[in-house]
Every structure is written in C-alpha cells, then in structure tokens.
C-alpha cells in the first residue's frame, strides 16, 4: 500500500516551453503533497506544500509564477515548470502524507521525474 | 530550527564490512526520524524510522536507534553487499508543526565493492 506515482518519468523540452508533471497517491487519499527538486548529487530541496483545495505553499526562493503547483483532488498533483529553461534541468520527486490521525507524518515518494531543457 | 547533519561521502566499503553513516539532528520539538535509500534515477524508499527516543527502526539488516541525550541516528549494518550501494538519507519531521515538512540530510553515497 501506499504507493505515489509519476509520470512522465523523463520529459526532453525545447527551452521556453511549459511541462506538466504528475504526481498520484494510488492507493489512499493525500491530503497533502511535497514537491522536491533535487539536484546532480546534492540532497533534496522542497520547493512548495499543497494541500488539497487550496494554493500550495511554497519556499523561500522558489518562484511560485515559474513553478505552478495545482492540487485539484485528494489522489492529484501537479507541477507546472512554464516557460522552462536549461537551468530549470532537474530531477524532480514528489510525495503523499496520508492523513491518518496520530500518525507519524510518514511521507510517500514518487519515483522522480528527469526533466531536462534543451 | 529544525535541520540534520550527515556524514559526507562517499563511503567504500568491501562487500562483508560493517557500515555506519552518522545521523545528527536539531529539533524543536519531537521528531519522528527517518531513513530514506535512493537507488540511481530512482525515487527515495523509506529504509526504517523511529518516532520517539529510544526507538530502534530495522529492516533488510539494517538498523538505527533514535538516541535522545545524543540527538542522534545513525545507521548500521553488520555485513554490507553490493546491491546496498546507493544514496542514504538520514530525515526528521515534527509532528504537530502543523507543516509536516521533512528536513532531510545532505545524503551519503555507499559504494560496496565485491
């Protein structure tokens, strides 16, 4: 159980278009999803919080108008990276909380998205 | 705040050896500790956790202790092979912070020669 999804698992763009990435809690109900960028041998950064029905929360630094996050139902997420640029390259995971009362705050991962720019 | 601290890599050990990658952390709060594994172009699969002091997390021979007065976790395994080498990230998240956000070290590379 338990398991979060990706897809695509790698997408080649051309620089200056839009890619979609999604992120599906397969088999339980997330109401909250992390969106992480991790970059060529370095640790993961979390870029933004979404809860479901509501706008995403995201960090210090991360330019909410570049990296549209969308989370439209309890088993979906999105990430927008618009008008995508070589530096943008990236490895991106996302994960699922289950929302289970007392719990751990246990998170799920994805398995990645290799995104890269041309 | 919140934050972990993990020993750099990479680690190299020969197949059989004794592993540990040290595991510090900084907390407000209580935290729940975690242990993640990336394998290449993968994503990160939960190793084994612990979610209050004195806890031992253990799975695939793995093991780590959620040590309090120390604030720390590091992990071990008795005799290491080589499907083991890959990235491990020691993590830690607080519940009740109300944001459920993990902090997650800077990662270890384990190589594990035949």
């Known amino acids: 159980g338990a398991v979060v999804s990706q897809h695509p698992s790698r997408v080649i763009c051309k620089s200056g278009t839009s890619v979609k990435i999604e992120c599906r809690s397969l088999d339980f109900q997330a109401t909250t999803m992390f969106w992480y960028r991790q970059f060529p041998k370095k640790s993961l950064m979390l870029m933004a919080t979404?809860?479901?029905?509501?706008?995403?929360?995201?960090e210090q630094g991360v330019e909410k108008d570049k990296f549209l996050i969308n989370h439209a139902s309890l088993t979906l997420s999105t990430l927008t990276v618009t008008s995508a640029h070589p530096e943008d390259s990236s490895f991106y995971i996302c994960?699922?909380?289950?929302?289970?009362?007392?719990?751990?705050?246990?998170?799920?991962f994805g398995p990645g998205t290799r995104l890269t720019v041309l | 705040g919140d934050s972990v601290t993990q020993m750099e890599g990479p680690v190299t050990l020969s197949e059989e050896a004794f592993l540990t990658i040290n595991c510090t952390y900084t907390?407000?709060?209580?935290?729940?500790l975690f242990w993640y594994v990336q394998y290449p172009g993968e994503g990160l699969q939960l190793l084994l956790k612990a979610t209050k002091a004195d806890d031992k997390g253990s799975n695939k021979g793995f093991e780590a202790t959620y040590r309090k007065e120390t604030t720390s976790f590091h992990l071990e395994k008795g005799s290491v092979q080589v499907s083991d080498s890959a990235v491990y990230f020691c993590a830690l998240s607080v519940p009740g912070s109300g944001t459920y956000k993990y902090f997650f070290g800077t990662g270890t590379r384990l190589k594990v020669l035949a």
């Open positions: 994960s699922a909380r289950v929302a289970v009362a007392g719990s751990y705050n246990e998170q799920f």
């Open positions: 907390a407000t709060g209580y935290p729940s």
């Open positions: 979404s809860n479901e029905g509501s706008k995403a929360t995201y």
